[in-house]
């Protein structure tokens, strides 16, 4: 017996040793991914340049569900006209459904496929009821204290003008691209993008255009992204998840009377379900564009951190769990279940036959709208219970994922790099979606990132209260689009 206890000890020592050394072969295995490469000069812009923008940004541009304010696209189609006339002298161009724009830089070289930078002209209302909660009027433009106030200085006149003045600054420099360089800036992307980037990107398709990679808005360099991790990491979003609304609902023949309550009702068997569902997440992987995201900025990460994400193997079930604690994170590992509305009942002492309610669900790059119907009618297990899509035409599947291998990945990490010196470059998935989305058939590499370094908080600021944009960060942003340019057009 004695002897078996020994054996077994030594045994347990041995797998133990075993575990020790993969932790400690995968650490030091785990290298890093970052480019070096040499911080560009930081570009300094003049006041005319600060005071263009701030002229865009009191355009109220803003993209109304069933109506085109008319009055301010075209203002602000004359402002562009008249303020970027070297582009538009040098750059064909044309516009789609009246206020969408198109440029087209030729490049030397025919051989080379373009690139497409994509912005969107549109921004959301801010609603009466919320100016009040603004330190500066968001439609005023004003610049104080460093920053550029107002709506769209963050969604998404910065990128808007930004690409602009990056391109007027090339063409004054001389700059002429061996490849060709497309510049689409959509009109109604906060209200889909139907008549912006879905024509554009038709009229593409009939011209036969390919594109070596398309750069949209998207993600950005965050400050304090990731604990263990000191710099702030440059989120280059390289796909964006999939959408859908499913209707869940229940129809019973007889409600029956609520002073003599049968055992199941419509609103608690509906009320089970929604239970069910919460209770029962979709999966959490680490693998995939989390991996990937991992893979990038572990190696930069503190001793602790860098051992963890060398080794997900062991840590994986730890990692998730700590992941799924916070909303943010939660949001990059699985599908999110997020139930939006609720409908029963017409009077206190009636018993509804009916409940139905309205559940959002964002859907990790691998599933689909169709899976995700399918697992969510398996986890509900209630044949009296009916899940269909709220509505089709607004349902959309994760984009396909771009590679971060290839050459528009590696000029945007360079670039940003050049730019944001410091930072940690790494893959991501966005959470929301972009007019990219339309240009899916158009290229195999999509990007998802606009170049503006910002802390946590000031997330809150785009849709909400209080938008603007540091001028240091305007003039990154101008200085990375002149940078992106030059490295993938030369
Ligand atoms: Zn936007």
């Not at 009077?347 to 964002?362: M, V, Y």
């Amino acid at each position: 017996m004695k002897k078996l206890l020994r054996l077994l000890s030594r045994l347990l020592f041995l797998i133990f040793v075993i575990i020790i050394g993969f932790v400690i072969l995968n650490f030091l295995r785990f290298s890093s991914r970052q480019v070096s490469v040499a911080p560009v000069a930081p570009l300094k812009i003049s006041t005319e340049i600060i005071e263009r923008f701030s002229a865009a940004i009191r355009i109220p541009t803003i993209s109304y569900k069933d109506r085109i304010d008319t009055t301010a696209f075209e203002a602000f189609i004359e402002f562009v006209d008249s303020n970027y006339t070297q582009v538009n002298s040098n750059l064909e161009h044309y516009k789609v459904n009246d206020y969408s724009l198109v440029y087209r830089w030729p490049g030397k070289n025919p051989k080379l496929k373009p690139i497409l930078l994509m912005a969107h002209t549109d921004v959301v209302p801010v609603g009466s009821q919320n100016e009040s909660n603004w330190e500066e009027a968001p439609f005023s433009g004003v610049v104080k204290d460093g920053f550029i106030w107002g709506r769209g200085t963050l969604d998404d006149k910065h990128n808007v003008i930004g690409i602009l003045e990056a391109v007027q600054m090339l063409l004054q420099e001389g700059y002429r691209p061996d490849r060709t360089l497309y510049l689409a800036f959509g009109h109604d992307e906060e209200v889909g993008g139907d008549f912006g980037a879905q024509a554009i990107a038709r009229r593409f398709s009939e011209q036969g255009l390919a594109f070596e990679y398309i750069l949209d808005e998207g993600m950005l360099v965050m400050e304090n992204a990731l604990p263990g991790l000191d710099q702030p990491v440059t989120l280059l979003g390289i796909a964006e998840k999939g959408y859908t609304t499913l209707h869940i609902s229940i129809a019973l023949e007889d409600g029956g009377h609520s002073s003599m309550p049968p055992q199941e009702t419509a609103i608690g068997i509906l009320s089970k379900a929604l239970y069910t569902l919460e209770s029962n997440p979709f999966p959490a992987r680490i693998d995939g564009i989390a991996g990937q995201l991992f893979d990038h900025v572990g190696p930069e990460m503190n001793l602790l951190y860098k051992t963890i994400f060398a080794n997900r193997w062991l840590f994986g079930g730890i990692l998730k769990k700590q992941l799924a604690n916070a909303p943010s994170t939660n949001a990059i590992i699985r599908t999110t279940t997020a139930p939006t509305m609720l409908n029963a009942g017409i009077k206190d002492n009636i018993l509804p036959t009916q409940a139905a309610a309205q559940i959002n669900f964002r859907i990790l790059p691998g599933e689909t709208v169709e899976s995700v119907i399918a697992q969510v009618t398996a986890t509900i297990d209630d044949e009296r219970i009916v899940v269909r899509e709220q509505d089709p035409t607004f349902s959309t599947n994760p984009s396909q994922v771009s590679d971060t291998e290839s050459f528009g990945f590696r000029v945007l990490q360079k670039s940003a790099c050049e730019i944001f010196p410091g930072t940690v470059a790494a893959p991501a998935l966005m959470i929301a979606a972009t007019d990219s989305r339309h240009y899916q058939q158009l290229s195999d590499d999509i990007f998802r990132f606009s170049p503006v370094q910002l802390q946590k908080p000031d997330l809150a600021r785009i849709h909400g209260f209080n938008e603007r944009i540091s001028i240091e960060n305007y003039e990154k942003l101008i200085g990375f689009y002149r940078q992106l340019v030059r490295n993938s057009c030369n």
